[in-house]
């Protein structure tokens, strides 16, 4: 007996595509949706990893410029009131800001420090924004895919064990392939989870550290611009 049952069980096609066709219509739901949110996840993942190492790139460029004696007024001439970078972008708004507070006889308007650094300010939390973009989508991959795929195993379990009932028969021929059916979609849930999980930690420090980034920038571009001030 044990024989047959064994002989059975090696004739039962056990691959991955085997498995989500002869699941359940829900189990076969759950893994679409689980292999989706993966792809959906690689796909941020990957965008995300471009968009910072390009920042970071653009942002070292622009500081390098900046620091290098030119006169800001010539930098900002050679960048235009509407740069592509992050970096220049916050410049260029708080440039924009100074010269609009400059009256028609060169006197100052009062309160252009603190206009300008609002100014930036916003620009910053522009960049921010579209840094960070994209992010909760894998904090949500990360922490709901194992639960959904859990979702999916216990489905397919309670179905394996109807089906045991109905031909009341517990042989390894019958019980493997509805157990292991359900234990695909937790793979599928775990293998959409895990990468969301560590990349989601890694991209948002890059994040936090390309904002630290700016905002120093902004306060030693505030400073400088306190002592012209000043002067004026």
Do not use: C
């Not at 309160?111 to 949500?140: F, H, N």
């Not at 550290?209 to 306060?219: L, M």
């Amino acid at each position: 007996m044990e024989t047959e049952t064994l002989a059975l069980a090696q004739e039962i096609d056990f691959s991955m595509w085997a498995l989500f066709a002869r699941a359940t219509i829900t189990v076969k739901l759950v893994m679409i949706l689980l292999i989706i949110s993966s792809f959906w996840g690689w796909a941020v993942i990957i965008n995300k990893h471009r968009l910072y190492k390009r920042a970071r790139r653009e942002s070292e460029d622009f500081e390098e410029a900046f620091w290098s004696g030119e006169p800001l007024d010539t930098l900002y001439e050679q960048i235009g009131p509407t740069p592509d970078g992050p970096a220049q972008r916050i410049f260029a708004a708080g440039m924009t800001e100074w010269r609009r507070s400059h009256r028609r006889d060169g006197g100052l308007i009062a309160g252009a420090a603190a206009r300008i650094d609002r100014s930036m300010d916003v620009a910053i939390a522009k960049e921010s924004e579209a840094l960070e973009r994209g992010l909760p989508l894998l904090a949500t991959i990360g922490s709901t895919a194992p639960f959904v795929g859990l979702f999916g195993t216990v489905w397919g379990i309670m179905h394996a064990f109807i089906e045991i009932a109905e031909q009341q028969n517990t042989n390894l021929a019958v019980v493997a392939p509805g157990i292991a059916e359900a234990l695909l979609a937790t793979g599928l849930g775990l293998l959409a989870a895990i990468p969301a999980v560590v990349f989601y930690n890694k991209l948002s420090a890059d994040s936090e550290r390309i904002i630290g980034g700016y905002e120093s920038f902004a306060d030693e571009f505030s400073t400088i611009l306190s002592r012209q001030l000043d002067a004026a």
